[in-house]
Structure formats: structure tokens, C-alpha cells
């Protein structure tokens, strides 16, 4: 069994086809999503790259940016495809456990690549009296 965190990675993998679970506040909105944490592997020298476990694997991660405003941490896992050569972040077989402005709590049922994905919603007031309201 192996474990790697690669502090950076997650900037060179690309958010745009990530299935993400969305707060309200963010479907209606423009948002963006960034990967918020190291990449970390746990893996089993197994021919498939994602092995299926029977109690699911639980895992804390340090956010790399910590926002005043809106986010929705997603657990997520980089799915990659040998045959065509892609890949995308997924959050199948993983669950949000807990999170607060510094780290999320995640749990899998699979070994693979994690992180936490971000949908970023920025906050804009209107007008002072709107201070802190989310414009939808």
C-alpha cells in the first residue's frame, strides 16, 4: 500500500468537466471551481487504479486558500481513463463528512487520487444595508 501528497498538482488537472453537489446559492450564480487542497494517492499495486473497499477510507485535508466568502467543499477523486487518455474530477463513492474555513473531512469507498474541490461563490452587496446577502 502506498500514500503520496502532492502539494501542487492540483493546479495543472483541469476543474472544467467536474461533477460537483452544488449549494443553492451557486446554481444560480456565477461560480467558479478550484482544487483547494494537496492531491493525495492511496493506492494498492493493483492492474485497476481505483480498488473498491468494504468499510470506506476516511481522510481529513488542509485547505490551500481559506475564504471569507461563499465556497462548497466537494470530496472529490481524479477519474482517469487509460484507454482515452482523460481524465476529470468526480465525487462518486465519496461523501462530505464535516468542514470548516481550514480543513474537510472526507470519506471514500474506493482508493485513488482525493481532493477537495471548491465551487467558489463570490459575495457581492448591493448596497450597504445588503451587507453579507448573497446576490442571486
Not at 465525487?91 to 482525493?114: E, I, K, P, V
Amino acid at each position: 500500500m502506498a500514500f503520496v501528497l502532492y502539494k501542487h498538482i492540483g493546479a495543472y488537472l483541469s476543474t472544467e468537466n467536474a461533477s460537483m453537489k452544488l449549494g443553492r446559492e451557486a446554481m444560480a450564480t456565477n461560480y467558479s471551481v478550484i482544487v483547494n487542497s494537496p492531491v493525495i494517492t492511496a493506492a494498492i499495486n493493483k492492474e485497476n487504479n481505483k480498488v473498491y473497499l468494504s468499510e470506506p477510507v476516511i481522510f481529513t485535508l488542509k485547505h490551500l486558500q481559506q475564504s471569507k466568502e461563499s465556497f462548497n467543499p466537494n470530496c472529490s477523486f481524479w477519474s482517469y481513463s487509460k484507454r482515452t487518455m482523460t481524465g476529470y474530477w468526480s465525487t462518486q463513492d465519496c461523501r462530505l463528512l464535516g468542514t470548516n474555513r481550514t480543513h474537510t473531512t472526507c470519506s471514500c469507498t474506493h482508493l485513488t487520487n482525493f481532493a477537495v474541490l471548491m465551487a467558489h461563490v463570490e459575495v457581492k452587496a448591493v448596497n450597504p444595508s445588503q451587507q453579507g446577502r448573497r446576490t442571486l
